[in-house]
């Protein structure tokens, strides 16, 4: 069985189509791209996948289990987690917090038992401690763990961005142009970083990406979106010289 | 985890800032230092300070805007004062007696707050502002049109005049309309204030400082996040807000056992007061509640210590506001502040740099 199989899906925004018809299927365990030019609605995919829009038409089956047209909370509790094109973490919080936010629905105790400090608290608050460093130190945050999450350096948020998401221990992590506006060293390191957490959380991954050093690098499939509708989908290096794929992207 | 360190010391700061204060204040009653008007505004000023840190909650920590806290401070107030107002007589532990007033006041302005809170803290946008302001209004003409007795036969409740109760011979009249209620015991001190003051910061800090708090404070800082990992952004935003509108209520119960007659006025209950709150908490910076304690004192203290200027008064007061503004929230001031810590401490900011 999939990990996440999409049918059909399809959301217009008053006149303009802006996904219809599409239709991802992705294997435990994959690395798995979304390309497409700006605006071929791949963010809207996106939010399709994790409950923001809710769609006009298809199915979303993640691990055998119907969640389409469910809250978001719902669909991060059943176990998709993401990240966004535009950073958005807490920007007043800790780096630390932030990452224990994503802890939130693993570590419960009453409102109760926080403002009491009952056992329970210390209990809890010191396995989230140590549960929020360990992923911290998996994307080289950790020293940064005190500062004011809108202090880090833009890399580093988008980092955080991914540990804040694993936080919620998802089935498949969805992430928004996760290397967009890093210089290639940083790029480099990013697609290391990715295909760590893969390995080593097992995790299935979708990425939306533009830059194809990245794409071909670490993705084993790609979808290409154009103009809201599946132009092309297959393994990577097939989908990368499909001259359909390669006309969508220079544009003529 | 050095920041939680740092979190903890902050809080004790707070605690002891408190702590001491009171300790002066009794030394200086003692030594017959303090007049009797300064006295007086004992329990006015832990009053203020827990409705100030109470706004606070929603506004600093919850990042909504609300307009009507001295609502949640009159049902506090006219629900406590009533139940000891009915049971002055049967109920002599004082002490007791005011601890079931505080529950009432508390649960009364909390009920409220999350009724108030319901409809409203579901839509997105600034809608808590214009609803809250509107509560506040309704609350105190309400409370200014109700006539309430008791006799025999039970509870009497009427909206127009006390004639229209038609309460028996042994009655007794408790809420008298606008003239409010008379004779409520007086059982609020400036110790009792203190110790509430306590309780709230305790409430508020602890709140912030757990799991909720950190789910309130990701939804101010980004909804659209916090509900992609999982956070039921109406659930704990009633839940702050509930807390705040209970810890008003307790504000108001202080305020109503300290006075022989309570009747909701523009100046106790009104719009005026609810804009007061908000000057002390934006004044004493949003999201700090040690800030919103010195400003709420400090504003408080200000027009009752120039009274000897007379016309000069609130020209004086509107300067005080306009520095405290620079001081708090200019990036100068802010940065000016840092070095001279710096210089007074070295060590200490020394390290927080590193
Ligand atoms: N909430 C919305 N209301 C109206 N139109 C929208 C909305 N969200 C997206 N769109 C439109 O849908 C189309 C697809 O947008 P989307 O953000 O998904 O593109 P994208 O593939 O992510 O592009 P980019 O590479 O620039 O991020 C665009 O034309 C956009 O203007
Ligand atoms: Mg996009």
Redesign the pocket.
Known sequence: MAMLEVKNLAISFGGLRAVSGFEITIEKGQLYGLIGP??AG???A?NLLTGVYKPDEGSIVLDGVNITGKRTIDICKAGIARTF?NIRLFSDMSVLDNVKVGLHNSNEYSTFTGILRLPKYFKTEKAMNEEAMELLKVFGLEEFAAYNASNLPYGQQRKLEIARALATKPKLLLL??PAAGMNPNETKELMDTIKFVRDHFDMTILL?EHDMKLVSGICEKLTVLNFGEVLCQGDTSEVLNNPEVIKAYLGE | MKKLRKETKNNLITYGIVILTYIIVQILVATGNMSSLMQGLLVPFCTYVIVAISLNLTVGVLGELSLGHAGFMCVGAFSSALFSLAVKDSFTVAPLRFLCAILIGALSAALIGFLVGIPVLRLRGDYLAIVTLAFGEIIKNIINAIYLGIDGNGIHISLKDAMSLGLSEDGRMLIKGAQGITGTPHDSNFTIGVVLVLVTLFIVLNFMDSRSGRAVMSIRDNRIAAESVGIDVTRYKLIAFTISAALAGVAGVLYAHNLSTLNAQPKNFGYNMSILILVFVVLGGIGSMRGSMIAAVLLTLLPEVLRFMADYRMLIYAIVLIVMMLFNWSPDAINMRKRLMAKIFPKKSQKEEA
Do not use: V
Request: net charge negative.
């Open positions: 700006n605006g791949k963010t809207t996106f094109q928004d142009e939306i």
